[in-house]
């Protein structure tokens, strides 16, 4: 995959899509929620939505079921992070006792800085808590609704198990009876939203009913109230509780984790936490890490062979598992399933010449014909120390670089035999791909679900904050960014070697097309010839010099600003649309349009903290193990920041001359649980306070070169070991948001 470096010049739209492609209509002051509507006006745009049970394409009705479904997945995360005492969490612990005899947290009486702080990061550890829970309730679902798996044999036929998987299958015929938990429905959303992993682990595990159906929004939309309280019948969570075997309610469910010692299979009863304490607990505060399995510093020694168990040592052992799974019933790798550049299923050549050096399944063939044993070793009771993927990592490295082991897994003989012989691309790609599936990850999934829900809860927070629900042209601002999202995807189609970004009501209707994975699948391929992913992981720094770029070859290309939005950030990137020369002789055409956002009266009904700004939930800060590169990542950083810095003050200079005032930029304050806190930059959101808590580590960071938690195999890419780092990774399918490959 290639990208432009740095800002480039805007690519162009041809002159006859830009006809065709109508204007969105304008948002308009209705857009805000009335002071003197009543509850029946304001629920009027979303309480009789035309719905079926399968979505043919994305329309208002089905943007406005999903932005009912995100305030649900808001209200929930409100109600398990304010729940005082869930799982021996109390908010006691971080108060004073003077708050504690001032009921200050119940009469929300002002906390000093600290204790706002912690009692925050105690709210966001209950919230971690539950969302470990829901991913592995996620997994006992998806583990019964799954009857087999594929196979490589089914990778060289014709059939609906593979090459036919996105055009012949039927879907799944949902009933409300059938719905799960609006915890799962929570994973099961942020799972779609990643669209080769999604379709990826649907193919592994033979689930096309269930990926052409896609979300049920007519049962989902009849589920959920108009105070977005998710209600089901008692017939749907008695099947639920019958067939996963899991109560409907997640905070029901056992307090400990059964989990099977990988190395000999001894069951054991893992508390999901150590961090309870009692309400009038009065010591020491041991903090918020825990060893528990949903804890930050899961840690478990078994009882019978001594393994001491850990997050690491468990993404071996689903390493070892597929290894096991690849030898015995001959099922594929994860990462060697979909073609790199379409994304799609494409079968295998059926010659055995071809077939032994087709590139995408070399990860394949190196495991059966030379790493077997070393790899099923791993998790063996006398392995020690403990082994963790850098273990998989140094075997499979060791194997690249040795010549004749790669002549002897790709078969080549005769006089090719007595040549050095090169590993190709593909096979590098795929090598990557495939070890991107394990590290932080010890899930089933592609992906590390957690981390997914918790960067999309960003999402979801911003669309309850913004409310188009309850605006009385809820309607016409869903028909409005449809048309948006429209122009957006004939910014890829023109442009295919960049970065595009979409804004916060670009990203609406993207993420409510991907919900629906067939349906988006076909439509994505006609326009662009490949199924477009949206990882939930980028860097920071790529992702504001990309919306700098789409801001403005949209700008250009549409003639309208693409982010309405009025804070700094989105006045500083369209200021930076505008060369001082232009400027000063009054032809430019960027200028023109900003100014005419802010003349026809459209730049004051979208303010700084509430408006279409950069949808930036998949922001991620990378970090790299190497010195080197980490000094030149931040001189990048800090070089972006003085870029942005000086069109900032560009866009005072002109707001001023034309009467205005821009926000400053201090005055950017955010809600972290009742704490308020200052955001240091336009993209990463929120600050996370306990990035310790989480299971898999920081959903906000990401980490790069060779030795890392992340790292790519050595010899795999053309740096020698880059950053795999999760889905979102060199191997994982990329870590844009959207990148095309030329």
């Not at 002071?35 to 745009?45: F, Q, R, V």
């Not at 198990?161 to 915890?183: C, M, Q």
């Not at 594929?332 to 590139?359: F, Q, V, W, Y």
């Not at 992913?533 to 720094?541: F, P, T």
Request: charged content about 25%; proline content about 6%; overall charge neutral.
């Amino acid at each position: 995959m290639t990208k432009s470096n740095g800002v480039a010049k805007s690519g162009s739209v041809p002159d006859k899509e830009k006809e065709s492609s109508e204007a969105p209509p304008r948002y308009s002051e209705g857009n805000g929620q009335p002071p003197t509507a009543s509850a029946d006006e304001l629920n009027s745009a979303f309480e009789s939505l035309n719905l079926s049970s399968w979505t043919l394409e994305v329309t208002p009705d089905t943007c406005l079921a999903h932005l009912k479904l995100l305030h649900a997945f808001q209200n929930l995360k409100e109600d398990v992070g304010y729940t005082d005492g869930l799982w021996g969490l109390f908010d006691s612990r971080v108060l004073s006792q003077d708050d504690k005899k001032s009921n200050a947290v119940e009469k929300s009486l002002k906390l000093d800085d600290e204790t706002g702080k912690r009692l925050a990061g105690l709210r966001e550890k209950r919230w971690a808590l539950f969302v470990a829970r829901a991913v592995d309730r996620y997994e006992a679902w998806w583990g019964k609704i799954s009857k087999s798996s594929l196979s490589e044999y089914d990778m060289e036929q014709d059939s609906e198990r593979y090459s036919g998987f996105t055009s012949k299958s039927t879907p799944l015929s949902w009933a409300e009876n059938i719905l799960p938990p609006l915890d799962v429905l929570m994973v099961w959303h942020a799972h779609m939203l990643n669209p080769r992993a999604y379709l990826e682990d649907c193919i592994l595990y033979c689930l096309n009913g269930l990926w052409v159906a896609g979300m049920p929004w007519k049962f989902i939309n009849d589920a959920i109230d108009t105070d977005f309280n998710y209600n089901v019948s008692n017939d749907c969570k008695k099947a639920w509780e019958t067939i996963i075997g899991r109560k409907w309610d997640n905070v029901e469910d056992p307090i400990a984790k059964t989990l099977k010692c990988p190395s000999c299979s001894t069951s054991h009863q893992i508390p999901w936490t150590t961090c309870a304490l009692p309400e009038d607990y009065n010591g020491p505060d041991p903090g918020l890490l825990g060893e528990g399995y949903g804890d930050g510093n899961f840690t478990y020694v078994c009882s019978k062979c001594g393994k001491t168990l850990t997050r690491e040592f468990l993404e071996v052992a689903k390493f070892v598992k597929d290894v096991q799974d690849l030898l015995h019933h001959n099922r594929p790798m994860p990462g060697t399933i979909l073609h790199n550049d379409t994304g799609l299923p494409k079968i295998l050549p059926r010659t055995i010449s071809a077939k032994d050096r087709h590139e995408r399944t070399f990860p394949n063939r190196l495991i059966k014909k030379h790493l077997r044993s070393k790899l099923l070793d791993l998790t063996r009771p006398d392995k020690h120390p403990t082994p963790s993927m850098n273990n998989v990592r140094v075997l499979i490295e060791n194997a690249i670089d040795n010549d004749a082991t790669i002549k002897e897994v790709e078969s080549v003989t005769g006089r090719d035999a007595i040549k050095r012989y090169q590993l190709g691309a593909e096979a590098r790609a795929h090598t990557r791909k495939m070890m991107s599936r394990y590290w932080g990850n010890p899930s089933p999934f592609a992906l590390e679900l957690g981390g997914a829900v918790l960067r999309q809860g960003i999402f979801v927070e911003k669309m309850t904050k913004i409310d188009w629900l309850h605006s009385p042209a809820a309607r016409d601002t869903m028909s409005r960014l449809i048309r948006k999202y429209e122009r957006f995807v004939r910014l890829m189609m023109f442009n295919p070697k960049q970065i595009v970004v979409p804004t916060l009501d670009v990203d609406l209707a993207w993420h409510t097309h991907q919900l629906s994975p067939a349906i988006y699948t076909q439509w994505m391929f006609s326009k662009t010839h490949q199924l477009i992913d949206h990882d939930d992981k980028i860097d920071e720094g790529k992702l504001s010099t990309a919306f700098e770029w789409t801001s403005k070859a949209y700008q250009e290309a549409y003639g309208e600003v693409y982010s309405e939005c009025t804070c700094w950030y989105c006045e500083s990137i369209r200021a930076s649309h505008v060369s001082s020369v232009g400027s000063i002789l009054g032809v430019s055409k960027n200028e023109k349009i900003s100014e005419s956002f802010h003349t026809s009266g459209r730049a004051s009904l979208c303010p700084p903290d509430n408006s279409a700004h950069i949808s930036a939930h998949n922001s991620v800060r990378f970090q790299d193990a190497d010195d080197r590169r980490e000094w030149v990542h931040k001189r990048v950083h800090l070089s972006h920041k003085a870029h942005l810095d000086k069109s900032y003050e560009k866009a005072q200079k002109r707001a001023r001359k034309k009467g205005r005032e821009l926000p400053p930029r201090d005055e950017y304050y955010y809600s972290y649980w009742g704490y308020p806190y200052m955001l240091y930059g336009p993209y990463v959101y929120p600050v996370y306070f306990t990035p310790a808590v989480y299971p898999c580590g920081d959903p906000g960071i990401a980490m790069a070169g060779q030795g890392s938690q992340g790292a790519c195999v050595a010899g795999a890419c053309g740096q020698g070991g880059g950053g795999c780092g999760g889905s979102g990774g060199c191997g994982g399918g990329g870590v844009s948001l959207v990148r095309l490959p030329s």
